[in-house]
């Protein structure tokens, strides 16, 4: 239904980006938008390698379908008035192209800020043998899932020009006017009466993690201090990578099955346990202390599949302890059970109603954003199969993009002060790869390294 709702406003010129701009911001925007520092930029992205040479012209005309398909693609942030606003900005050109040398090992470029710039950047490289495109969107505009969306279009349509094709073919129509429904809840109306006397008990939990203390991942202050400017020696995040098998996946996959548990929450597990081994080789003897985990749950439904990149998620914390890691199934079946409860109660959106609640003021708001000093130990985000019913071509596992094949696929989640790790997991090529993001400032690449390697080793053991 949505479907065909969207498809009569496109025939009638109503969803157009025009007809919906300028856009007011919600709460969670102007909350991440706030959330956002020169040492810690509040993006997500994506990095995208091929074979082959990727073709300037058509990638540009992709971006630019992309954006105007989007509505926000190619929007900023208006501050000047008393209600924030999502403004469109131009550009000279969307992509910024590189030729020659080599493909350094990636650092976060450079972002603009979203209050004068655009909410999205996008850079690409080739040698003539192999190309790299990197897509990055403000946490602001869009979640990872919101973002992903971006890039499947771009993969498609790139495709589409370079053979010929209408840029929409094998695209599904988008409803500019669901982006009136982003910041629901799902508690609305008589939903919301049926649901309300749950989130006292959500509040009730909640003071486990506002009394209870929590572990950094390394000792004394995570990061650079809170600064207006990036100083130009300041080496900035990382990004570190590794993937899990075809075999082992598979073997993952009937481990979690046999204890009860899904994939993520095993991953959980050993991502658990992989901290807590990393803290024992910096900090012995601390197995009392509490790790936490930030787990990303997604709010979308049947009902935004014509939705428009957007922010349409909310954030969920786990607290456990290395002494309780043992037997390893029980760990998992607990992550298992407080997610099932969390999800089943709608838990989750606690966080999402006491930003709304705190917005109603915007010192309160910004208060909240900008000196809350510690989040977590580490966040993980699970994307699953990003790429999966793109309707591309497949070369062995790899997706055929014009004359481009796609190797490898890293996804980027923002890290935070106190924060300096984030995990995105998601699946291609029958492989599980992990990618990490560090704060270079309070962890080294070779201390990074060896983090993923004791979580690779945990899913081995598995």
Known sequence: ???????????????????????????IERFHLLDDWPAWPNWIGARLQFSGTIDESIGRAALEHVLQRHVRGGCGVDCSGPAWTWVERAVDSPLEMARGGRADDWRCPPLPDPRSGRATQFAAWTD????QVSFFVHHALADGLGALQGVRDWLVVYDNLSRGRPPDDRLGPLDASLLARRNELGLLRWSWWRHAWKQPVALFGATKFVLRGFARLVPGEAGIALSAQRSPADPGPLLVSAAVGPEMLRELRAKAKAAGVSLNDWLTGCLFEALAGFRQETVPGRERDWLRIIVPISLRSKADAALPAANRTTLVQLDRRARDFDPRARLMQGVARELGVIRGWQLDRLFLLAIRCIGISGGWLRHSARWQKQRATALLTNLGKPLLGTRLENDDGRLVVGSLRLDTLDLLAPIKHGMPVAFAAHQYRSALRITMQVDANAISRERAGRLLELLVERLAAS
Not at 128 to 131: A, K, M
């Open 1 to 27: 239904m949505a479907g065909k709702r969207a498809e009569k406003k496109v025939a009638a010129g109503e969803n157009s980006p025009a007809s919906h701009l300028p856009m007011r911001l919600n709460s």
């Open 128 to 131: 003539g043998h192999s190309s």
